[in-house]
Every structure is written in structure tokens, then in C-alpha cells.
Nanobody, 120 residues
Framework: QVQLVESGGGLVQPGGSLRLSCAAS????????TAWYRQAPGKQRELVAS???????NYADSVKGRFTISRDNNKNTIYLQMNSLNPEDTAVYSC??????????????WGQGTQVTVSS
């Protein structure tokens, strides 16, 4: 059974930092592309950052230079280091693991989400 479990969310003051973790189990983690998404109240879910199985990264313009995505295949875990947080970063953050099979079928798995609140 595939599971993704996030941790590390919470309340932080503007300008502060948080590190999110997402532990995966029940999958061949190293072959999956992984990503962090977020959804703020009343808004659509958006891609925050992604990292391929080979380590190539991509970031939303709104977080470039502030957030860093990484993965540790030995620990089956992805991370999101978030610095210089501002209230606009407040959202539920969810991790995603995805893989496209040889027949082009895409497999997506999601964590349950962790709340990040940036407020003074």
C-alpha cells in the first residue's frame, strides 16, 4: 500500500522558515518524480516545486530563490525548505509522487497535506 506522509507544517512569523518532509512507503521511490503542491483557501491547487527521479528541479515563480526542494532516495523522503515566508505562502501543502508507465499510464499518489500558516 502506497503512503505519503507529510510533516513539518505549523505557524511561523513572516520572514521565518519551515522545513516540510514527506515520507513515502510501499513504492519504488527512486523511480518516481515528486513534487510539492499547495492550496490556499478559495484558490486552486498550485504546483510549488518539483524534482525528477534524476534530481532536476522546477519552481513556481512565486517561490524561486526562497524555497528549495530536495529528495533522499535512501530515506524515501522529499523535503521542502521554505525561507523568507510571507502571509501569501499560507496554505495546505501536499506532496505528490508520480510515475508514467511504459504504456503512458500516469500513476499519482498524494499525501494528506500539512497546514502552513504565516502570520504575526
Amino acid at each position: 500500500q502506497v503512503q505519503l506522509v507529510e510533516s513539518g507544517g505549523g505557524l511561523v512569523q513572516p520572514g521565518g522558515s519551515l522545513r516540510l518532509s514527506c515520507a513515502a512507503s510501499g513504492m519504488s521511490f527512486s523511480i518516481y518524480a515528486t513534487a510539492w503542491y499547495r492550496q490556499a483557501p478559495g484558490k486552486q491547487r498550485e504546483l510549488v516545486a518539483s524534482i525528477t527521479s534524476g534530481g532536476r528541479t522546477n519552481y513556481a515563480d512565486s517561490v524561486k530563490g526562497r524555497f528549495t526542494i530536495s529528495r533522499d532516495n535512501n530515506k524515501n523522503t522529499i523535503y521542502l525548505q521554505m525561507n523568507s515566508l510571507n502571509p501569501e505562502d499560507t496554505a495546505v501543502y501536499s506532496c505528490n509522487a508520480n510515475w508514467i508507465d511504459i504504456d503512458r499510464t500516469r500513476y499519482d499518489y498524494w499525501g494528506q497535506g500539512t497546514q502552513v500558516t504565516v502570520s504575526s
